[in-house]
């Protein structure tokens, strides 16, 4: 079965074109990416989301029901996190696209998202750590996972992301030291009531899918002369190396900061927000390093789907 997979997240929206087959993992040939933010506006208490942006939306969502169509696709799959979960007016916007264009958008619960992560990341984590951690940060929202053998312990999702942090407490160009400092102590705080529900849980390493860790330990691991090096995943980003990081960002403007080796300059604006949510989560899990990993969200809807097809199948073929 061939399946477009839309995902609208807090900073862009994606259209993966994937190939599901009974027994064998998920095959994506193609990616389209639209930078439409839903997570435009989020500094005010209200959540609502703009005219311009519900319009920006629905444009590209047609844009992207174009191209399944042009690829033939058998199904779309379309999938929300926390811009529609928490914007007061999504509705309007769940019920343009259902109408104008009949997809309907599944709004991911908190901790449907942080289960669709750890599905998408388990097959590319360590095989010898048996009891991971992953988290994964996103504009809006960061989802926090436990598991062992395979299996989740535990799994919550936070109104705690880059853009959202960003949003409400912001910082100058280039931040100062006390701004940093007060960065992750927002983050910390939002963090903090999962210190009692952790404990007693057994865990192992630190993983994450996250883009904005990429990008940091792409930062911090590059070579001023060669460059950033191939490949962003398996590296580690040791504490040192991100409080280094951080003090570099105190003194650089952004325009200075996109132009760095194994910088994404879409994330220069959040990039100091990304460093102080890694910093908060490596305190609360008392580990001095995370390690970069495959998939996320957007793999893991594919994953899902793919059990469900082969459910589907065992069940008429019993």
């Not at 960065?183 to 007693?200: I, T, V």
């Not at 220069?268 to 969200?297: F, H, N, Y």
Request: charged share 25%; glycine share 10%.
């Amino acid at each position: 079965m061939k399946v477009g997979s839309i995902d609208l997240g807090s900073t862009s929206m994606h259209l993966a074109i994937a190939q599901l087959d009974e027994g064998e993992d998920p095959a994506v040939s193609a990616v389209h990416r639209s930078s439409v933010k839903l997570a435009a506006g989020w500094g005010s208490k209200s959540h609502e989301l703009p005219s311009q942006i519900i319009a920006d939306t629905i444009a590209a969502m047609e844009r992207f029901a174009g191209i399944c169509e042009d690829e033939r696709c058998d199904m779309i799959i379309a999938t929300a996190t926390a811009p529609l979960r928490e914007s007061v007016n999504s509705v309007r916007l769940l019920e343009q696209v259902r109408d104008e264009l009949g997809i309907s958008i599944r709004v991911l619960t908190g901790p449907e998202e942080a289960r669709l992560i750890y599905l998408g990341t388990r097959s590319s984590l360590d095989g010898t750590d048996t009891q991971p951690m992953v988290f994964d940060i996103g504009g809006g929202s960061t989802e926090f996972t436990l598991a062992k053998d395979g299996e989740l312990s535990f799994s919550v999702s936070l109104s705690l992301g880059h853009m959202r942090l960003f949003q409400r407490v912001g910082h100058d160009d280039p931040p100062t030291a006390e701004q940093l400092a007060n960065l992750q102590a927002r983050a910390s705080a939002h963090l903090s009531p999962l210190r009692a529900r952790m404990a007693g849980l057994s865990h192992g390493q630190l993983y994450s899918p996250s883009g904005g860790v990429r990008t940091l330990a792409r930062l911090a691991i590059a070579d001023p002369e060669k460059g950033p090096g191939k490949g962003d995943t398996g590296l580690v980003l040791t504490r040192a190396m991100l409080t280094d990081l951080a003090t570099k960002l105190t003194s650089t403007p952004r325009e200075q900061v996109k132009t760095w080796p194994g910088m994404d300059a879409r994330r220069a604006e959040t990039i100091v927000c990304s460093a102080a949510i890694v910093g908060a989560i490596m305190d609360l899990c008392e580990r001095d390093q995370v390690t970069t990993c495959d998939g996320g969200l957007r793999t893991g809807i594919l994953v899902d789907w793919s059990e469900r097809i082969r459910r589907a199948t065992t069940h008429r073929s019993g």
